[in-house]
């Protein structure tokens, strides 16, 4: 697992439905996760969707 400091940039590909989370370990509940691409970093990474901000629309994976 890796962690992104608040702020950082990504590329959001797609959603995918996956385990639902909720508070405290997620700002609200949902099994929303975004496939993102980080600038800095190769690869494709998930996140929930209640920790990307500014959310653009994106089809599912």
């Not at 962690?3 to 997620?26: F, I, K």
Request: glycine fraction near 6%; charge should be positive; include cysteine.
């Amino acid at each position: 697992m890796n962690y992104l400091r608040n702020g950082q940039a990504v590329h959001m590909d797609c959603w995918t439905t996956g385990e639902l989370v909720s508070p405290p370990n997620s700002n609200y509940t949902s099994d929303r996760w975004f496939k993102v691409q980080v600038p800095e970093v190769s690869g494709h990474y998930y996140v929930h969707s209640s920790l990307v901000s500014r959310q653009t629309s994106v089809g599912r994976c």
